[in-house]
Structures are given as structure tokens and as C-alpha cells.
């Protein structure tokens, strides 16, 4: 079945100015990354390229056409000389008080596609830069990938879409816990996170915000005996879900980070090269911090390292116990976020072995 990029114009393919008409050449300016990561989507992937745009008033006086086309033209000559055709064009030319089926969100110009058996709607995209566009495509019944969200852009969208999304979900259930984790490693830092633990809670959510990965995890433990199943089973789910979203890890930059926070000083040292391995140089003098034992951190990276499949060397030196261990997370997180790096460009294991 065919697939579709219903790609928006104005704020996605070029930059709209503040009075969002681009009726002279000198307001025209294309967004950056388009020519090379576009060409690079219709060279190597089968989507068909639908532009729909809505053009406020065009044809009126205030937005004559002999403004628009030229300059519309000259866009689809550029787009067409870096390798970028479009199979159709759809403009739609109402206002927004004039509530035009056709107008976006509206879907009237592209019934045609969604009652075409010809077509996977469901696996098909809208590109845009509004609210609008991901409503659009709700109204479609197909997804979306919106320039003004955190974290995107045309290199985000090349890879997203030629090396997919990087989506895992973990549920482990023993006598003793109960745990459900999802991790998007491409996402924008959000998190859902209960443990029953708080201080436990605020570290996780370090790994999440800093490493720019969408994270939920959800733990029932044993609470009432100690705290010990509850920290390292979520640290060996964490890591079997992290170790599944990675994929066959084409692509990724592989290693990874220092930080300093305050009077500490904190690296993680991290390799995603199928050998967990764990060092840890890191001493704590108070018992607990919050209601999470000091003695249960070398716990939780021993069974994230193992369950991951990934070394890491973490060291850390400081006076303030809670800022080093925070500090460690952190470090973390930025590690995370380095080594899962993927570039599509260079779309190969990071291994002279062949196998990671």
C-alpha cells in the first residue's frame, strides 16, 4: 500500500514571515535542513509528497494572486532542483470564518486519498509547524511530526522516518514486583514517573528530562519489607527496555559525560557495545538520602549496566551527598542522550566487529 507525506507549506517548508504572507521574494527564506533531509526522504523512501496549504484570502485583494504565484513557483523549482517534487498540490484559499470543509484542519481536499484502499492512511504523515497540522491529521486517522515541537526538526524527521521510532515497553512482574516501563528515546524529556519512593522518583526523572527521552515508569514493590526489589528490578526493566528500544543500534554514536553540580564532580563513562561491564568510584556517607538506602545505588547501575548490555564507568567526588548522586544521574542522562545519537547519514554499527 502506498503511504503519503501530507506536508504543510508556510512554517515547514519555508519560514512565514509576521504577516504570514509571502507575496514578494525578498520575505522568502526556506527552513533549514529542508533541502538535504527532504531529498534525502524521496530518494530513499516510497512516501508520496501531497503539499496542502492554506493561503488566507488568496485571490482577494488583499492577497492577489499575481503575488502569489511567482513566488510559489520559484519554491517548487528550488525544492525540484535539490531532488524534491511533489505528487499534488492543494491549496486552499478561504478564510477562517468562512469554515471550509476544505480548509485545514478541515480534511475536504484530501478525501480522496482516505477513501482510496490504494492508500495506508494509517502509516501516513503530516509534516507541518502548527496545532492545526497535528489536528489535521487526527482528522485524517494518520500521524504527525510538527516542527514546533520541542526537539524537532528536518534532521529529526529524516531519521524518524527512514530509521523509525526508537519506542520500547517493559512490564515485569515477580512476587515482589509489579513494574511497567515505556521509553521513547527520542522524545522530549517528559516523564510519568512512580515508584513509591520519592527521592527514587526525582533520580529517574533526571534520566528522562536530561536525556531528552520520553519516560514512564510505573513500580508496586515490597515496600513493607524494604526498599532493595523495588530499586533494582526497575533498574533491570529500565535497562531491558533501553537495551530493546536501541534496536539493532545502526547508526548511534555508541559511547558517551561529565558534569559538575556544585561542589561535586560527576563523569559516566558509557558504551553501548553489547559487554556490560560496571566500575563505580563512588562513596556515600550518609545511610539514606530521602527514603532510597545509599547502598542500593551501586545496585541499580550494576543491574541497569547488565540488563542494558552497556559499561559503564562512573565516578564521583564531592561533599554534598545528595548533589553527588544527583550529580551521577545527571551524567548520566547526557550520556544516554549522547550515545543513542543516530545519524542516518552514516546508517552503520559502530563496530569493526560487525556486531554490537
Known amino acids: 500500500m502506498k503511504k503519503i507525506l501530507f506536508i504543510d507549506r508556510d512554517g515547514t517548508l519555508i519560514e512565514e514571515p509576521a504577516d504570514e504572507q509571502i507575496d514578494a521574494f525578498e520575505k522568502l527564506k526556506f527552513v533549514p535542513g ?115 515541537d520541542e526537539g524537532m526538526s528536518w534532521s529529526k524527521i529524516a531519521e524518524l522516518l527512514f530509521a523509525g521510532e526508537r519506542i520500547a515497553e517493559v512490564s515485569r512482574k515477580t512476587k515482589e514486583t509489579d513494574i511497567h516501563i515505556k521509553v521513547n528515546l527520542d522524545g522530549t524529556g517528559k516523564c510519568d514517573i512512580q515508584t513509591g519512593l520519592g527521592f527514587f522518583d526525582h533520580m529517574l526523572e533526571q534520566i528522562g528530562k536530561h536525556g531528552m527521552m520520553d519516560l514512564m515508569i510505573h513500580t508496586k514493590g515490597d515496600l513493607e519489607v524494604d526498599e532493595h526489589h523495588t530499586i533494582e528490578d526497575t533498574a533491570i526493566a529500565l535497562g531491558e527496555c533501553i537495551l530493546t528500544a536501541l534496536g539493532d543500534k545502526r547508526g548511534i554514536e555508541r559511547y558517551g559525560y561529565c558534569l559538575p553540580m ?61 548533589h553527588k548522586i544527583e550529580g551521577i544521574f545527571k551524567a548520566l542522562a547526557r550520556s544516554l542522550k549522547m550515545a543513542v545519537r543516530r545519524d542516518i547519514y552514516h546508517f552503520e554499527l559502530p563496530s569493526t566487529k560487525g556486531l554490537l
Request: glycine content about 6%.
Open 34 to 148: 529542508v533541502f538535504r533531509n527532504l531529498a534525502f526522504i524521496r530518494e530513499k523512501l516510497d512516501f508520496e509528497f501531497v503539499m496542502v496549504s492554506n493561503q488566507d484570502g488568496l485571490g482577494t485583494d488583499a492577497f492577489p494572486e499575481d503575488t502569489f504565484w511567482p513566488v510559489h513557483n520559484f519554491i517548487l523549482q528550488t525544492l525540484e532542483g535539490e531532488g524534491i517534487t511533489f505528487d499534488e498540490i492543494l491549496i486552499d484559499p478561504h478564510f477562517p470564518e468562512d469554515n471550509a470543509p476544505t480548509r485545514k484542519p478541515g480534511i475536504g481536499m484530501v478525501e480522496k486519498y482516505m477513501n482510496n484502499p490504494e492508500y495506508d492512511i494509517a502509516n501516513s504523515y503530516v509534516i507541518g509547524d502548527r496545532e492545526t497540522d497535528r489536528s489535521f491529521a487526527r482528522n485524517i486517522g494518520c500521524k504527525s511530526l510538527i516542527l514546533s
Open 262 to 322: 556544585d561542589d561535586c564532580l560527576c563523569s559516566v563513562a558509557l558504551d553501548f557495545g553489547g559487554r556490560p561491564w560496571l566500575v563505580w568510584d563512588a562513596t556515600f556517607k550518609r545511610e539514606k538520602i530521602g527514603e532510597m538506602p545509599t547502598e542500593m545505588f551501586l545496585h541499580f547501575f550494576k543491574s541497569l549496566s547488565d540488563a542494558a548490555k552497556m559499561n559503564l564507568n562512573i565516578k564521583a567526588e564531592g561533599e554534598n551527598e545528595h
